[in-house]
């Protein structure tokens, strides 16, 4: 028998814990248009997040799309 494989090592904060982090709390979201967003982080799943802005407008905006997320001010 071979060796055991193991996965790559991991350091820091996963990506379900910064985005538990930041649950109900301001956020902007950047994307690969450009566009920046900012709104209360309402839910993440595995391919989306979902935003809500101060008009009450929520966005579903794809992971897959995203540039970067940083906590609001």
Do not use: C, S
């Not at 538990?20 to 690969?32: C, D, F, K, M, R």
């Not at 989306?48 to 001010?73: A, F, N, P, S």
């Amino acid at each position: 028998m071979g060796k055991a494989q193991h996965g790559p090592q991991q350091w820091g904060k996963l990506a379900a814990d910064f985005y538990a982090g930041l649950q109900e709390q301001p956020v902007i979201v950047a994307v690969v248009g450009g566009q920046k967003f900012k709104g209360t982080l309402i839910g993440v799943d595995i391919y989306d997040i979902l935003m809500r802005q101060e008009t009450g407008l929520e966005l579903l905006i794809g992971k897959g799309q995203i540039v970067y997320v940083h906590r609001g001010m």
